[in-house]
T-cell receptor
Framework: NAGVTQTPKFQVLKTGQSMTLQCAQDMNHEYMSWYRQDPGMGLRLIHYSVGAGITDQGEVPNGYNVSRSTTEDFPLRLLSAAPSQTSVYFC?????????????FGPGTRLLVL | LAKTTQPISMDSYEGQEVNITCSHN???????ITWYQQFPSQGPRFIIQGYKTKVTNEVASLFIPADRKSSTLSLPRVSLSDTAVYYC???????????????FGKGTHLIIQP
């Protein structure tokens, strides 16, 4: 199993450009999430999904869109990049029983917005 | 309201045992506690999970008292490579408009010195 994969590993954008960060998992997990992590900060939840076709907002959703057309894929779209979106982005998938959950993270995408 | 509380940072020395305590006063009756470790430039990774008393694996031990309002991650004989951020989580509650508890916060930054 590859686990959780993310592409690209690094991206530079200009203000106003759009792009999609890709995330895929091969563990058949129902739950997937996107986080951003800024220097010295913890992970902040952007969007999450509890299954194909179901997404919801997290703590910092503004400026980002997601969709979940398949169990495996959960892309994150930046509609019009801003310097404030410079960050490291982590995708995670998880197995949950409701009382017990374990998240598996991808290697991250480093995004620089100029 | 944060579901868990843990120290922001801790220092120790190689060869010592390190204990990191997490408070989760409002943990639900059947919820498990999960700890993650994050190295710089990497996503968090699962290290241990438990429900009560003591759990041990090849990486760490987890102690949970009878009232389950706290848990202690124990790292035996730490080395420089144990320098990382450690997060304590209880299972999130997924509902429309958010995922209560699916936030890692800042964790505990453990620094191991020679």
């Amino acid at each position: 199993n590859a686990g959780v994969t993310q592409t690209p590993k690094f991206q530079v954008l200009k203000t106003g450009q759009s792009m999609t960060l890709q995330c895929a998992q091969d563990m058949n997990h129902e739950y997937m999430s996107w986080y951003r992590q800024d220097p010295g900060m913890g992970l902040r939840l952007i969007h999450y999904s509890v299954g194909a076709g179901i997404t919801d907002q997290g703590e910092v959703p503004n400026g980002y869109n997601v969709s979940r057309s398949t169990t495996e894929d959960f892309p994150l779209r930046l509609l019009s990049a801003a310097p404030s979106q410079t960050s490291v982005y982590f995708c995670a998938s998880s197995y949950s029983t409701g009382i017990q959950e374990t998240q598996y993270f991808g290697p991250g995408t480093r995004l620089l917005v100029l | 309201l944060a579901k868990t509380t843990q120290p922001i940072s801790m220092d120790s020395y190689e060869g010592q045992e390190v204990n990191i305590t997490c408070s989760h006063n409002n943990i639900a009756t059947n919820d498990y506690i999960t700890w993650y470790q994050q190295f710089p430039s990497q996503g968090p990774r699962f290290i241990i999970q438990g429900y009560k008393t003591k759990v041990t694996n090849e990486v760490a031990s987890l102690f949970i008292p009878a009232d389950r309002k706290s848990s202690t991650l124990s790292l035996p004989r730490v080395s420089l490579s144990d320098t990382a951020v450690y997060y304590c989580l209880t299972p999130p509650r997924y509902s429309g408009g958010g995922a209560d508890g699916l936030t890692f916060g800042k964790g505990t930054h453990l620094i191991i010195q020679p």
